[in-house]
């Protein structure tokens, strides 16, 4: 049988991050590096549209798949998946005050 890089378990890290351009190296080095995830939902991302769409992009996974809050400084949701996992990213329109 071929080995393939499936794992049992999908594992996620789900943090607050209080701002994600001040505590990116945090989060990669503290909870990133050391437990691999499969999928990693940030919020309090305090990013806004100013803020490069690549911003942030860690080795190995997709790029943020973003929520900025573009009406004040905080808030805002960010989620990126590991490279490889099957996952479809659907963009859905909100109502601005959800």
């Not at 991050?17 to 190296?25: E, P």
């Not at 790029?63 to 400084?73: L, S």
């Amino acid at each position: 049988m071929p080995a393939d890089n499936r794992k049992d378990n999908l594992t996620i890290i789900s943090a607050n991050v209080r701002g994600l351009q001040t505590n990116i190296g945090d989060l990669n080095h503290s909870y990133i590096i050391p437990h691999n995830p499969d999928i990693i939902a940030t919020v309090e991302t305090f990013l806004n549209p100013s803020i490069p769409n690549n911003f942030g992009k860690i080795k190995g996974y997709s790029a943020w798949h973003r929520r900025d809050c573009v009406h004040n400084t905080f808030g805002g949701i960010a989620v990126c998946f590991r490279d490889g996992l099957a996952v479809i990213a659907l963009d859905i329109n909100m109502e601005e005050h959800l």
